[in-house]
C-alpha cells in the first residue's frame, strides 16, 4: 500500500469544504461516515469548524469597519 494524497483513506483534505457545505452529496455522505467511525478526523473537523466560525465572525467585523 502506497500513500497516495489522491486516494486518501481518512477525509482530512475535504473537511474544509464539509464545513463550508461546499461537496457534492456522495463526498458529504462518505465525510459524514468516515467521521462517525474515525476520532482523528472528528477531532480535526471540530478544530476546522471553530476556525471557519472565527473567521466569519473577524470577517462581519471586518465589514462593519
Ligand atoms: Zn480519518
Known amino acids: 500500500?502506497?500513500?497516495d494524497p489522491g486516494d486518501d483513506p481518512?477525509?482530512?483534505l475535504l473537511l474544509?469544504?464539509?464545513v463550508l457545505d461546499?461537496?457534492?452529496?456522495?463526498?458529504t455522505c462518505r465525510v459524514a461516515r468516515h467521521l462517525r467511525g474515525c476520532?482523528?478526523?472528528a477531532?480535526?473537523?471540530v478544530e476546522v469548524a471553530e476556525a471557519s466560525a472565527l473567521l466569519a465572525?473577524?470577517?462581519?467585523?471586518?465589514?462593519?469597519?
Request: proline content about 0%; overall charge negative; charged content about 40%.
Open 1 to 3: 500500500m502506497s500513500a
Open 10 to 12: 481518512h477525509v482530512r
Open 16 to 18: 474544509g469544504a464539509y
Open 22 to 27: 461546499a461537496l457534492d452529496d456522495g463526498e
Open 39 to 41: 476520532d482523528d478526523c
Open 43 to 45: 477531532r480535526v473537523y
Open 57 to 65: 465572525l473577524l470577517r462581519s467585523d471586518d465589514l462593519r469597519e
